[in-house]
């Protein structure tokens, strides 16, 4: 018989959860041995289960360059999703991966300045990655992050971008959420209006990650701005069920979203039929 | 290259069915389907078109992936895989078995599919050339020959005999067990059904089809208007895609015995449904058009962009004859034909 088959799972475990907003929860996850279940790229994806719930697939939040365990931010919406909020720490689950083309940090990315805008929860993607580059410093240029929420709660990662991103060498974090608040002395306004405001020089090279409407807007900005969708990325979200091209669920023209993706050149997007 | 009479088959399946699981078509309740080979069993090698592909050898319609006992805040994983035993497939067309090819272009590229490369690995096949092919029949325009088909063992049915000759070491080992039910022959008789199949073949109404237009630009295929009308009858049925020997999607979904262990399987799933690409968030494809179009998209232009030009559709001409409202993919090929007129 040969090796464990991609589709059989290895039991994992939770061991620290951390409520981030009113829907979105933390994951530290290791293996039964305590050590970290595998290796992967910033930007990839795994499989988590409870079995007789069934599986989801979710970004790896973490970065690489944690040696120690794996964190999922997961947000609250749909049956899977559900009980993983209901879970203490302690619950084993299950975990297959890692999946997916990561995004090319050590070769497009490397040396360039670097442009992060996310909206919601679409920080989970882009926090391996830039705390992937906060750990690899020397090896890129100036970074910026615009991150946007609903209200100053819905913030994911809040704490760790107020105590470590902003303290980080040529590390500009703006934050903004949709509506004025009361506590909220930062900015007001949404993402895509923040980007233009900010005034990115457009050699950045950028990456957004968000709901549909933040990227199409955002991506608008940009382009007015002189950036060129060659040097833009994003990832994509579809329903997925295998995670390695095989069920077909994913495929949107000649590519399999789960095994091509998630990460996507905007140029790549492009010539792929709109179904996404 | 050995013959046996037709009349003395039932001596040919008796003696490999003790040797291994023999798995060819058997009428049941009128339908011709691929089954498990028994004394009672009516065997019905002539069928040309089974209803189901033999897909299901490799590629069951519903299949374990893994088991789970769940205790607490615990989890074991169980492995359900078994050792595969060899096993014999029998019967098999050309454009079926070329179809084993497209499915090992998606199970057996990394990362493997060992459920199915298991079975894969176990199977001898024997494949039955098409000495009388039908209407719905278009191999040809994907350049199979169904006259010479391959596989570990080819059979021909001519006259009063099945002729049967073995093309791999696989093939020879079967041949040696089953070699006393046969008689020694050349291959004259055979080359000269062979020549007689290729005629029959060239007079197809469809073995002229022109795929040229689906090596166009991609999304102007995608974008055409002509998916609109070539889909309006669809009823989502997928009917299509189940009968069909290329389709391989499937959905991944969980069970809870009556122990409390949880089943965790596959079974095949449909494009062409709705709920195919439907999300919490969101459906990429709200309208049975988008479904539809996905369907020819993926087999006719897709699947050959990432297969060295190798098509994802045989031309079994199963969907052809499944459908209820008399649509298939023959239709969609013609319907983008240029110097064609719309069907
Ligand atoms: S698309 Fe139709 S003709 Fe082609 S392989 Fe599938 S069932 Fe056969
Ligand atoms: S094309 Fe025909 S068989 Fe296929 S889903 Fe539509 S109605 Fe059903
Ligand atoms: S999730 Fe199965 S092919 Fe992508």
Known sequence: MNNLDCLIPIVAVVTDIRRDTPDVKTFRVVGLDGKKPFIHKPGQCAMLSIPGVGEALFSITSS???EKYLEFSIKKCGCVTEVLHSIEVGQ????RGPYGRPFPVDTVFAKKDLLFVAGGIGLAPLRSVINYIRDKRENYGKVAVVYGARTAEDLVDYEEIEKEWKNVKDFDVYLTIDREQPDWTGHVGFV?????EVGVPNTYTAVLCGPPIMIKFTLAGLLELGFKKENIYTTLELRMKCGIGKCGRCNVGDKYVCKD???????ELDELPDEY | MYKIKLSDLDKLYKAISEDYPLYLPIK???????GLYGEDEEVSLTTLKTVKSPKDAFFPQSEDLVNFKVDGNKIEVIDVRKEEQPFVVMGVRACDFKAFDVLDRVFLVDPLDTFYQNKRNAAIVVTNACTEPEDSCFCKVFGIDASDPSGD???????ENLFWRANTEKGNALTEKV??????????IVAEEQKAIREKINSLPNVNLDLTPFKDEMLDIFNSEKWGKLSEACLGCGACTFVCPTCQCFDIRELTKNDGTVSRFRCWDSCMYSDFTKTAGGQPRTTQMQRYRQRFMHKLVYYPENNEG?????????CVKSCPMHLNIVKVIKAFDKGGKDE
């Open chain 1, 64 to 66: 690489p360059t944690n």
């Open chain 1, 92 to 95: 084993q689950i299950t975990l």
């Open chain 1, 192 to 196: 895509p209006n923040y980007v233009k």
């Open chain 1, 261 to 267: 993706g998630p990460v996507f050149c905007m140029t």
């Open chain 2, 28 to 34: 049941k309740a009128g339908e011709v389907n691929y």
């Open chain 2, 153 to 159: 063992i080819t059979t021909f049915i001519i006259g």
């Open chain 2, 179 to 188: 070699k006393g039910l046969f008689t020694e022959t050349d291959d004259k």
């Open chain 2, 310 to 318: 190798v098509y994802s559709c045989v031309g079994c001409g199963r």
